[in-house]
């Protein structure tokens, strides 16, 4: 069965530090990876998503995420964060008939 | 502003008692995806319609339905509202009717539903 697993439910940074948010996934063939972002008081939108091809992928915002199949790991990152990229997080696998999604993981920057 | 338009912001209701949410997709897009997001559950899928006609079907409780209509608009019906069924519910649309999971979504704001 697909799932996905975010295993950091809450992440602190400073401001100007690299970021990786860890994101590990179960799915029977190649699937289609994506990350999105949630605001407060917004709907979630797309960073950046993996279909197939180069496994470093680049997205919005300077995030980047790298997929690595030997891992089942589809990790995103950032080299320098900013205080405007408090959010939460939610990687996303999708299968055949659906998209599934991870519990999230919720990112504060500190000044 | 996505383009996803989804009414009402919030809605305040009591236990047994029947709502309707509505969707708008973006402009040119076919596809309506329902999730919902609670605490507990996290993001859930519901249901996808593609063009008037149910493409995939998720997690959805048999007091829940939805339709899409020849506009391309989308409501999500719940009915003998439960406490637990307080959420955030989120509409979503993509272009294509492609399985689900192989679509770029855009969401809605979401509609903040509390049942008292």
């Known amino acids: 069965a697909q799932s996905v697993t975010q295993p950091d439910i809450h992440i602190t940074v400073s401001e100007g530090a690299s970021l990786e948010l860890r994101c590990n996934y179960s799915y029977g063939a190649t699937p289609y990876l994506f990350w999105y972002v949630q605001s407060p008081g917004q709907g979630l939108q797309l960073l950046l998503k993996?279909?197939?091809?180069?496994?470093l992928v680049q997205g919005i915002k300077g995030f980047e995420a790298e997929f690595k199949r030997s891992q089942s790991s589809f990790n995103l990152r950032k080299p320098s964060v900013h205080w405007s990229d408090a959010a939460e997080y939610f990687c996303?696998?999708?299968?055949?008939?659906?998209?599934?999604f991870g519990a999230g993981t919720r990112l504060a920057v500190h000044p | 502003d996505s383009g996803v338009t989804q009414t009402p912001k919030h809605l305040i209701t009591a236990t047994g008692q029947r709502v309707t949410l509505r969707c708008s997709p973006r402009s040119g897009d076919l596809s309506v995806y329902w999730y919902q997001q609670s605490l507990d559950q996290g993001l859930q899928f519901l249901i996808q319609y593609y063009n008037g006609e149910e493409r995939a079907k998720g997690n959805i409780l048999e007091r829940f339905s939805a339709q899409q209509f020849p506009d391309l608009h989308s409501e999500l019906n719940l009915s003998s509202l439960e406490l637990g069924d307080s959420a955030l519910y989120f509409c979503?649309?993509?272009?294509?009717?492609?399985?689900?999971?192989?679509?770029?979504?855009?969401f809605g704001a979401g509609s903040r539903l509390t049942v008292l």
């Open positions: 979503a649309s993509s272009p294509q009717g492609m399985t689900a999971g192989a679509n770029v979504l855009t």
């Open positions: 996303a696998v999708g299968g055949y008939n659906k998209l599934i």
């Open positions: 993996y279909f197939s091809g180069d496994t």
